[in-house]
Nanobody
């Protein structure tokens, strides 16, 4: 069982930046996919970005390409999401998630979830 704890959310003006962190315990294994999802009010949970084995980023959601970067520090068992040029439509609860095996786009494929961290972007 993997426990995930996110941090780093907050309120920011449009154009600003935030970095989300997700600490995994006891650890992130090399055969796991780690991902960031988000869910805004009335919206389905969508995958923002994912990374496999700590070094192989997979496809970013079109809406965040060029603005968000996913990274993983295996020594710290920490997943990051660097968010830049934030827009009001990026406002959502952001969740860290993990699964054993390759990355999948559907949230139902992920076994491990954090509690979420809120990101609010004002115009």
């Amino acid at each position: 069982q993997v426990q995930l704890v996110e941090s780093g959310g907050g309120s920011v003006q449009a154009g600003g930046s935030l970095r989300l962190s997700c600490v995994a315990s006891p650890s992130i294994r090399s055969n796991q996919c780690m991902a960031w999802f988000r869910q805004g009010p009335g919206n389905e949970r969508e995958r923002v970005a994912a990374i496999y084995g700590g070094w192989l980023p997979t496809a970013y959601a079109d809406s965040v390409k060029g603005r968000f970067t996913i990274a993983q520090d295996n020594a710290k068992n920490t997943l990051y999401l660097q968010m830049a040029s934030l827009r009001p439509e990026d406002s959502a609860m952001y969740y860290c998630a993990g699964r054993d095996g390759g990355c999948q786009p559907s949230p139902s494929a992920y076994n491990y979830w954090g509690q979420g961290t809120q990101v609010t972007v004002s115009s």
